[in-house]
């Protein structure tokens, strides 16, 4: 409403100003063609965005069976190997497949963030102008989890490097669309103060 009283008193000062109704109509019908252009862009965008999303989804979780699969193998090597093997090789194969299973569970891990990652970019890109504070609130979700990713990356010397950077990507990335949308709305202010 705001916007609206702006537009006004700025364009409306005296009763002369009325001449111009046809050429400030005509300005807005442009602005608003714009606008639906943009929207109409950014839609095919968040479309392109949800497809890939959902084919990265679909590779990570084929990526978590596989690893699931090959930690199952691992317990059944553990087991039969401690029957054959003397109890000091038993304890180095025993040391050398719990390292394996540590591996495993770190990229299951890194998977599982990637998922989730990418849910929320999908759960906020879908929501975005059907409800902005849903869309925001899924935003604020990643935006927590990627601060932690930065937090856990400093303490463990910098061994999700990647990771991080993939989601710090995937967050900004996000924000543009975002912004984009809202200011379609009008409500750019309401992005730009966020």
């Not at 839609?43 to 590779?59: A, H, N, V, W």
């Not at 890194?110 to 906020?124: F, H, P």
């Amino acid at each position: 409403m705001t916007t609206v009283n702006n537009f006004l008193q700025d364009n409306f000062k005296s009763f002369d100003d009325l001449s111009r109704i046809d050429t400030l109509l005509a300005d807005v019908c442009a602005k608003q063609d714009a606008l639906q252009l943009q929207f109409v862009s950014s839609q095919k965008e968040l479309l392109r965005f949800r497809s890939e999303t959902l084919k990265q989804y679909e590779e990570s979780l084929y990526r978590i069976n596989e690893l699931e699969d090959s930690k199952s193998r691992i317990y059944k090597l553990i087991l039969s190997d401690a029957d054959k093997h003397s109890s000091d090789d038993g304890l180095q194969t025993l040391y050398e497949q719990m390292n394996q299973l540590e591996v495993i569970e770190l990229a299951k891990g890194y998977l599982q963030t990637l998922v989730e990652i990418m849910d929320l970019q999908e759960s906020t890109s879908h929501s975005i102008q059907s409800d902005p504070g849903k869309a925001l609130g899924s935003y604020n979700k990643l935006r927590d989890i990627v601060a932690t990713l930065v937090w856990k990356n400093e303490q463990s010397e910098e061994a999700a490097v990647h990771l991080v950077a993939y989601a710090q990507s995937q967050l900004k990335q996000l924000w543009d669309s975002m912004q984009s949308i809202l200011r379609g709305y009008g409500i750019g202010f309401l992005a730009a103060n966020l």
